[in-house]
């Protein structure tokens, strides 16, 4: 009987964030399928004989059935349609990485002419991608100051085809105010995308404030455990064919491997995330409270410039909290050894909690006038809170700040 079930009864989506991370997107076609996504690790599909290939390639093939791995893939499909139930967007669209999302997405949305505008702190290697590649292309791009929407609106031309930012920002979580940004965007027809890998789908839902695309290097919280690379976009079906199409020649394709990681890691997405809201809270209040600190960057704190647009647009702040140690380099760097909990990594988002000085990473070829110069003081710390007690990761933070 249950085999003669058809797809979708008992099928049970959810209607919050925390249900969705675990049903939204799921197929249960039949009694005895299996309840965790299959790895289907095959680069191609096989057809019955040629008039089965015909009707295939005239679009008779059957619901969800594949040709090749580069066109599809049902254990990505599996994660872009959980990603996609819960952005709330028609469609969402995997890759092998955060970059090859954020490219073929930019890439799809332009052509020679074209002119694209970043706010000035959105992901370096995406900043680095439209200003130092695609200009060679005859793409043009305006750089304007964090949040600015007056300088944006400024800043569009007729050829304006793309607006790029991403909320909240890196290191200082600049969060823009979407509706606006949306409201200024959409009468002229231009597409926006915001880089939403810092709120996750838990904090923030781009799509639900007038947002056009909405990409996440899925490496970071998506996944959540630090052992896999993957990236996502999720949009409406328009822009989202036009970057199927794109994907399928670029090639830049999830790995079935990754995609059963990153499906299974998304279905603890809401628990994980509260827990990274509630100790990045935590920890930002006490370092604001001490003596040693000469500034806290979290959204979540009344003192942060984004505090009332954040509360406005997000259920949560965040797991990153940035703040800035007194004292020079070399005195930073010993309360970051200090430090017992946190590994010192690049990335956010995994279980375990990872700290960095961006003046010894991200900005480490330049001098401390030039980071200066990018506003990137030498004094800066960025933490990623992991999984572990809230007190016990307060408490090694508070007691590496007492190094001299
Ligand atoms: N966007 C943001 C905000 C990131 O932090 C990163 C990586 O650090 C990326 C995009 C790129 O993602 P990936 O490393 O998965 O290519």
Known sequence: MSEQRPRDVRQFAGTTEASRAVHGGERRVRAGHPLAEPIVQSATYTFDDTADL?????????????????YGNPTVRAFEEKLAALEGTADALAFASGMAAITTTILAMVKSGSHVVLFSD??????????????????RATLVPPADLDAL?????????????????????????????????RPRRIKTMIDATFATPINLRPAAHGIDLVVHSATKYLGGHNDVLGGVVAGPEGPISLVRDLRHVLGGVLDPHAAYLLHRGVKTLAVR?????????????????????RRVWYPGLASHPSHAIASRLMSGFGGVVTFAV???????????????????????????????QPALMSYFELSSEERLALGMSDDLVRYAVGLEDTDELVADVLAALETP
């Open 273 to 293: 995330v509260a827990q990274q809201n509630r100790s990045a809270l935590a920890l930002a209040a006490r370092l604001e409270a001490h003596p040693r600190v």
């Open 153 to 185: 609106e400024a800043a569009l031309t007729k050829d304006t085809r793309l607006v790029v930012s991403e909320a909240p920002t890196n290191p200082y979580q600049t969060v823009l105010d979407l509706e606006r940004l949306a409201a200024i965007c």
């Open 326 to 356: 007194k004292g020079d380099l070399a005195a930073v760097s010993r309360v970051v050894d200090a430090m017992k909990i946190p590994r010192i990594a690049p990335s956010l988002g995994g279980v375990e909690s990872l700290v960095e």
């Open 54 to 70: 015909v009707r295939y390639m005239e679009g008779h093939g059957g619901e969800g059935r594949e040709e090749y791995g580069r």
């Open 122 to 139: 959105c992901y370096r290697r995406t900043r680095q991608f439209v200003t130092g590649f695609l200009d060679r292309f005859g793409v």
